[in-house]
């Protein structure tokens, strides 16, 4: 069936719509018991905190999900969020630059980075893998040579700016709204625009959406474009939350939450599935667990343990439903 046909959109459509229902049941349950384990859980402090873990982390998995959903991935989104991080307080505090020119140059790097990944992709036929994991590993290296591998902060100065990251407006983090907007925006590209729908027709067959019509290539540099974009506002918030950015470490391992978040979410490695709202149910539910490990006290090598087990689990769901829907065509 040509993934363009009314009949595969509304397979897909249904698919995704059973899989966010099972993550909002998942989220739900999850949400009751660490309630009940933890009260504490459900102090305003708290739930600041949670707020803006959750907008960290769905900034960067929404914009690391449209690559996933053109069945390619990008590895590169911890290091590229890494070094937009230690580069916003190092142009800022040492060399003086003014504070919009600072933040308007390190998203440009950010982009920048994204449309050279999918140039390679798509123009020179690499493997997304080896684009990205190449990325990965240079864009860390590059954050520790040019700081010295020396912490980079805005130390007591420039604490408007850091509202972005830390304020509140209505008790709510303004992260979170931002996280809104980029929602949104997304959103709509992904399910009210013809290039949302050729991006997910891309994932689902290549060589069908070319014979289509469809400018493969240019979609695929718009995918690693805007995670690359999303990466730098990600490493953007980090800087100005944490003031403490270490090179070596910052934004570490944040390429597997993103996309632990994206298939928590319902988007298919294979291609050619998600949506924005799955991806946030998903980085919710990563959220809260981490959350419930730090106030049991619990130690934080077990973190990840829990975390993989949950995504072998849903990734078991995902399959047992792909089949449930398969078999009912």
């Not at 059973?18 to 909002?24: C, E, G, P």
């Not at 912490?151 to 709510?172: P, Y």
């Not at 950015?245 to 291609?271: F, M, N, T």
Request: with cysteine.
């Amino acid at each position: 069936m040509s993934p363009l046909s009314p009949r595969g959109a509304l397979g897909g459509r249904l698919y995704s719509a059973r899989m966010i229902l099972v993550m909002l049941i998942v989220l739900g349950v999850l949400i009751a018991i660490v309630g009940i384990i933890q009260p504490h859980f459900f102090n305003e402090y708290n739930l600041q905190n949670l707020g803006k873990r959750l907008a960290l982390l769905s900034i960067y998995a929404i914009g690391g999900s449209l690559a996933i959903i053109t069945a390619g991935i990008d590895l590169s989104v911890g290091s590229v969020i890494g070094l937009v991080a230690v580069f916003l307080p190092l142009l800022i505090v040492p060399h003086g630059v003014p504070v919009g020119l600072a933040l308007a140059i390190v998203l440009a790097f950010g982009t920048f980075l994204g449309v050279v990944h999918g140039i390679l992709i798509a123009k020179f036929n690499l493997q997304p893998f080896i684009v990205t994991l190449c990325g990965l590993l240079a864009y860390r290296s590059l954050a520790r040579t040019v700081t010295g591998d020396m912490t980079q902060g805005f130390g007591v100065t420039h604490e408007t700016l850091r509202e972005l990251a830390i304020g509140t407006f209505l008790h709510v983090p303004l992260a979170l709204y931002l996280m809104l907007a980029v929602a949104i925006a997304v959103g709509v590209f992904l399910h009210a625009t013809v290039w949302g729908r050729h991006l997910y027709a891309l994932g689902q067959n290549e060589e069908a959406a070319r014979y289509s019509g469809i400018n493969v290539d240019r979609l695929k540099i718009v995918a690693y474009t805007i995670s690359g974009l999303l990466a730098g506002v990600a490493g953007v918030l980090l800087a100005l939350d944490t003031n403490s950015v270490q090179p070596s470490d910052a934004g570490k391992s944040y390429e597997l939450y993103g996309i632990a978040a994206a298939v928590l979410g319902g988007c298919s490695l294979r291609g050619g599935e998600g949506t924005v709202v799955g991806i946030i149910v998903g980085a919710t539910i990563l959220t809260v667990l981490r959350n419930l490990i730090i106030l049991a006290g619990l130690s934080t090598y077990i973190e990840d343990i829990l975390i993989g087990a949950v995504i072998l689990g849903m990734v078991v769901i995902d399959e047992v439903v792909k089949r449930r829907m398969n078999a009912e065509r």
